[in-house]
């Protein structure tokens, strides 16, 4: 602990680095494109300018409806947007500093009551979904947010955990709990195209990990979705991450250096020449895991160190005729040795056993190319090709009771890679009317192996053993029309097929949006959803009557989801909503077994990886319902909150035909963040403060039966009881504390994330230690510092 508050001291003392500033703060350019909202088409002659500046900063968009800004104080602006015809808006407290311009893409909705320009007085809101189509459980986010909330780690996945609705509570991992539905459930996107778990050290048919590959600085504005999502969406049941990369500076180039929790991080972009204004956007990160352990920090592995490292890239290549073309690619690696034979029980270590040695290893990538192609000023469509490859290895030995040696006991060996073609067209028809349909096909090329010791035979017997492909074919169609200036629908259809053994699904959407006034906004939304099972079930091996291995899983059809969502929202101010919705989703054609027993596959995901269950059948049933509360204030006046309450019950029923809780049910979330920013002694000097709290009811669990385990030396739980003893009650606070300092062309910002601020000891899981031959209780992370220093000029 000594070496802890020593590094703490000395990162608290380096903001004395900085003590002389100038009392007037630098300038920077504010600069971007202002689009219609629908059909992309640049809005010359619009209208920019920053309201309170002496004299008046402003301008107008060029015939590419571009805009620049020059000489704009650092600090935070806000920037008005209007242009006659159109639903004028403003862009509150954009933060301003020194060392990179801010590049902004603003798009404006078409007025349909009057030609001329409406004033929006509660201005415009960064949290409203990109997705126009998106009528319910929508929100967005951008690369602030990411950054600015405590505890959050830069981490999307994380920030996402303090949205009502969503449920983390686990420390270890960013899994995504969506009212009760497995993480496996959500679908991740980027760029437009269906990406593999973005996680380091993830596991495939999984959907978290303990450190994200997707880094926060490359974000551009995105899309979380909880519920009853648009048509565009295919292949989950529980939510959608739908996230976008910036595009780099086309006028300068300009760096970035970061170390925190995260990695080693240097970035770059800037122009690539040519009058196209083409651009690059590059970031490199490596773990720094292993120092921060030297000086004392545990990340909750024990003595193991985590190495991991990822690659993050855009190129944006705008041409006069033929469109504009977009690079894009994703890719990171992880290995971990956690060893049992090593392991000292007065370590917090989250992930491994006394009783065995596990040797992990991971890879995804992801890289594709976007051609937009701009037919006519009302019509576009996105073409798109991309590849990617995901990879999750484990060794895992037994520890002999007597000696402790290694003992065989598993072998695993992942691989699958996607090829997708995928186009898009959206349709302006006019200003009540606008269309997206697109199709897209994803070849699979997978190798799937993995093994069980059988001590007695002393071989190891194949659970899986399979390569091939196969292919999922996915098409959509959704229309939006504004019957008047308050009343929208959003109509759509999706379909998906499984080639692997033809199992089809017809997906009708539909929502609503009626704004009574300018305070009161009520909206209805319906999906029917669904979702293929994790790839290695489909090929999970059992025995048959002459011990040949056959494969019961295969022809498992999709997992289906109804989802029924209604919300309101009020505006309390131009700066603060109380928003409110309930929900009830009914499952079915969910994955049991067929003979009677508790198993679902509902509940995996619970784990680290997915179960091997085989002689499965749809014949399953699940169902959520839930109330959740969101009191928000939009950052104004250099302060924020917010408040979220989420209420909700998650049941399912097995084979067995008992309906029982699931292992996300935890029945209550509470979230409550607040922020606050101050000038300190000069505009180019800024602390910031952020302070989270969490509450969350404990998830349930199946309990350890202790005389079964004493007898066969391993964790045998009591099925029958399943799902029926719920953990303690979760808590934990975090702070945050952010001190930037603005120079001449460049930007310093140190920042100290203290996690679990109260230590509190919240339990983790129960397992079986044969040697002491009894049940025990493994808990969270501790008090938990992440120190962070970032340079951007």
Not at 8 to 34: I, N
Not at 87 to 105: A, D, F
Not at 124 to 143: C, I, K, L, P, Y
Not at 201 to 230: Q, W
């Amino acid at each position: 602990m000594r070496k802890q508050l020593i590094t703490l001291m000395m990162l608290l003392c380096l903001s004395h680095w900085a003590a002389a500033q100038e009392k007037t703060p630098y300038t920077q350019t504010v600069r971007g494109k202002v689009l219609d909202m629908v059909s992309q088409s640049p809005l010359p002659g619009a209208s920019v300018s920053i309201p309170g500046t002496d004299p008046l900063i402003g301008t107008a968009t060029d015939l590419d409806g571009s805009f620049e800004l020059e000489e704009v104080p650092t600090g935070r602006a806000t920037i008005q947007i209007s242009y006659l015809g159109y639903e004028s808006t403003s862009l509150r407290e954009v933060p301003i500093t020194s060392g990179k311009e801010v590049v902004l893409t603003i798009a404006l909705q078409e007025n349909l009551e009057q030609m001329e320009e409406v004033v929006v007085q509660a201005g415009g809101d960064s949290r409203e979904a990109q997705n126009e189509m998106a009528t319910v459980s929508a929100r967005g986010f951008d690369m602030e947010a990411t950054n600015r909330f405590a505890g959050s780690r830069n981490d999307p996945a994380r920030m996402a955990q303090n949205f009502a609705g969503v449920s983390g509570a686990n420390d270890s991992r960013n899994d995504i709990i969506i009212r009760g539905n497995s993480p496996t459930g959500v679908l991740w996107r980027l760029e437009g195209v269906d990406i593999p778990n973005p996680n380091h050290f993830g596991a495939m048919g999984t959907r978290g990990g303990p450190v994200s590959i997707l880094n926060s600085n490359l974000l551009d504005k995105s899309d979380f979705i909880t519920g009853a999502f648009p048509a565009t969406y295919g292949n989950a049941t529980a939510g959608v991450f739908d996230l976008n990369l910036r595009k780099g500076n086309a006028y300068r180039r300009e760096h970035l250096f970061q170390m925190g929790f995260n990695g080693f991080e240097l970035g770059t972009e800037g122009p690539l020449g040519g009058k196209n204004k083409a651009s690059y956007l590059l970031n490199y990160r490596y773990s720094t895991i292993a120092m921060m352990q030297e000086v004392g920090f545990s990340a909750g592995t024990g003595d193991a160190v985590p190495y991991y490292q990822d690659f993050s890239m855009k190129v944006d290549l705008p041409t006069e005729k033929t469109g504009r073309f977009s690079l894009f690619a994703l890719g990171g690696k992880s290995n971990i040795d956690l060893l049992g034979s090593e392991s000292d029980s007065s370590t917090t270590d989250l992930y491994s056993e006394m009783s065995q040695n596990i040797y992990n290893r991971a890879k995804m990538g992801v890289v594709g190319i976007n051609h937009t192609l701009y037919y006519d000023p009302q019509t576009f469509a996105v073409i798109t090709l991309s590849a990617d490859h995901s990879f999750s290895g484990n060794r895992v030995d037994s520890l002999s009771m007597e000696n402790r040696e290694a003992v065989p006991l598993y072998r695993n060996h992942y691989g699958l890679s996607k090829f997708r073609a995928q186009y898009e067209v959206h349709r302006k028809v006019d200003n009540k009317n606008n269309f997206r349909a697109g199709m897209n096909y994803d070849y699979l090329n997978f190798n799937l192996r993995d093994s069980l010791y059988q001590a007695d035979e002393n071989r190891f017997r194949d659970l899986r053993n399979e390569s091939g492909n196969s292919g999922l074919f996915q098409s959509h169609l959704q229309w939006q029309h504004r019957f008047d200036q308050r009343f929208k629908a959003n109509i759509g259809i999706h379909y998906q097929n499984f080639m692997l053994n033809n199992a089809q699904q017809l997906e009708p959407r539909l929502g609503l949006s009626f704004d009574q006034n300018e305070r009161n906004t009520f909206s209805l939304g319906y999906g029917l959803h669904s979702q293929l099972q994790p790839l290695p079930v489909y090929f999970l091996e059992s025995e048959g009557l002459n011990q040949d291995p056959i494969k019961t899983n295969k022809n498992l059809d999709f997992t289906k989801s109804h989802h029924f969502v209604a919300g309101h929202r009020y505006q309390l101010s131009p700066d603060i909503h109380l928003k409110s919705e309930i929900y009830y989703q009914h499952l079915y054609g969910i994955a049991i077994e067929e003979n009677a027993s508790s198993f679902s596959m509902l509940n995996a995901g619970a784990d680290f990886g997915i179960p091997d269950v085989d002689s499965l059948t749809n014949r399953g049933r699940g169902r959520n319902y839930g109330l959740e509360l969101t009191l928000e204030k939009q950052f104004s006046g250099g302060s924020y909150f917010l408040l979220t309450t989420s209420l909700y019950d998650s049941k399912y029923k097995g084979s067995d035909e008992e309906w029982r809780n699931t292992a996300f049910n935890s029945q209550y979330v509470l979230n409550g963040l607040l922020g606050k920013e101050w000038q300190i002694g000069s505009p180019n000097r800024i602390l910031s403060l952020d302070f989270k709290i969490t509450f969350a009811g404990g998830q349930y669990i199946t309990p350890i039966d202790l005389e079964r385990s004493i007898m066969e030396n391993q964790a045998v739980y009591q099925e029958e009881r399943a799902y029926s003893v719920k953990n303690p009650d979760y808590f934990r606070s975090d702070l945050k504390i952010n001190y930037r300092v603005n120079k001449k062309n460049l930007t310093h910002e140190w920042s100290l994330d203290i996690q679990n601020l109260t230590n509190h000891q919240n339990l983790f899981r129960q397992t079986y230690n044969p040697i002491t031959e009894s049940v025990v209780n493994s808990y969270q992370l501790g008090i938990f510092p992440i120190p962070q220093y970032r340079l951007t000029f």
